[in-house]
């Protein structure tokens, strides 16, 4: 039986003796389980809508009836996912992407980012490529512009033409961009590159484009917690924190290698399919690769909304606050383009990620990517 979310006790008691202590100093876990007593007239419906759990209207019935839950725990970042098995088991309904497709393209006619040098502002100091970046007309901040793709459809990379070299050129891009923002103001220098994938990842713009902004006196605060939490967990155990994060990750089987870039399908995802790189440097020649593996992993698995976003430490010379952080780059699937709900809600913003898919198959996927 290969590993799952549901029998994650199991692997975890299945770890030798140091990578255990790894995995305790770090990740907690319990398991719990959700009894539910449908009534007779809802078991139709039930035996329909979960039939890919069991072969049988009884054998469904009865998963359903009971459903296993796990909880897991960072406890040096206090990120928690709640896992529901039942739920993760789903298989992947490859939909056509026809009707998605057509939308794309009618955006087309009124794209401004088709026509960035008319439609879209500059920064004070111009434009990175004589096109390609832009000002965003409604900034979070001091400094804040975009990549704007070549082309037109955000989809592009779960098509064939999709190259490493366009992500290699948006990873130059970005970077050649906040240093022109550093240059011109010498404490703008915590840089942060996003890339939200449509609508349902919050994009207000079909055409695909990345977003930077340049901050200055402190980074954002996700990213100084994580600084901050690295930091206690290093004085506290005497490890390096993002050294653990990986390993732990390798030892349950959840990462691959993609040269010397670290993918790891993480513990406690944010929300569904969470890939994180962890790369020593922004510049390592491995990282555009490893980026267009994940996002090739994100297509084959029918991903067509995801946030990306890349931390970073502060841009000039080394600041020894941020010694030994790395490069982590994130990507997390945002749900069905059809769907009319959010994908979170209360839970995930004050208590808890809720999450379907099991990272022990996202795992197997982007091994598979390896080869
Ligand atoms: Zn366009």
Redesign the pocket.
């Known amino acids: 039986m290969p590993a799952t979310i549901a029998s994650f006790d199991k692997v975890v008691s299945g770890l030798a003796p140091e990578a255990r202590r790894r995995f305790d100093r770090m990740y907690d876990s319990v398991a719990a389980e959700a009894r539910i007593l449908p009534p007779p007239a809802m078991e139709g419906w039930i035996a329909h809508a979960f039939r890919y759990l069991a072969p049988t209207k009884e054998g469904v019935l009865e998963a359903v009836r009971r459903q296993p839950i796990m909880h897991v725990m960072n406890r040096a970042t206090g990120q928690a996912t709640l896992f529901n098995a039942i739920r993760s088991q789903r298989p992947i309904e490859a939909r056509a992407a026809t009707d998605l497709e057509a939308e794309i393209e009618a ?2 006619a009124k ?1 401004s ?2 026509r960035p040098l008319e439609q879209t502002p500059a920064n004070t100091f111009g434009r990175i490529g004589a096109q390609k970046t832009c000002a965003n007309v409604a900034a979070y901040d001091g400094y804040h512009g975009l990549v704007i793709f070549e082309d ?1 459809n955000p989809l592009r990379f779960r098509h064939d033409a999709f190259k490493v070299g366009e992500v290699a050129d948006l990873l130059a891009t970005a970077r050649a961009w906040a240093e022109k923002c550093h240059a011109e103001t010498p404490q703008a220098r915590f840089f942060f590159l996003m890339w939200n994938c449509l609508w349902k990842a919050a994009a207000s713009i ?2 695909g484009h990345a977003q930077m902004t340049v901050g200055c006196k402190f980074h954002y605060g996700r990213i100084e917690r994580l600084r901050r939490d690295a930091l206690a967990y290093q004085h506290e155990h005497g490890a390096d924190y993002f050294a653990d994060f990986v390993a732990i990750h390798e030892s349950l089987g959840l990462a691959a290698r993609w040269g010397s870039v670290a993918a790891v399908a993480h513990l406690t995802p944010a929300k569904e399919r969470e890939i994180i790189l962890v790369a020593d440097r922004y510049e390592n020649p491995d990282l555009p690769a490893a980026i267009w593996r994940a996002l090739k992993v994100y297509a084959a698995q029918d991903v067509k909304s995801y946030n990306m976003a890349v931390y970073l430490p502060p841009l000039g010379p080394a600041d020894p606050g941020w010694a030994g952080f790395p490069v982590l780059a994130h990507f997390v699937d945002r749900g069905d383009l059809a769907a009319k709900t959010v994908d979170v809600g209360g839970m995930e913003f004050y208590a808890s990620a809720v999450v379907s898919a099991d990272p022990f198959a996202l795992a197997e996927a982007m091994k598979k990517q390896s080869a």
């Open positions: 955006a087309r794209c980012f088709c037109h079909i055409h």
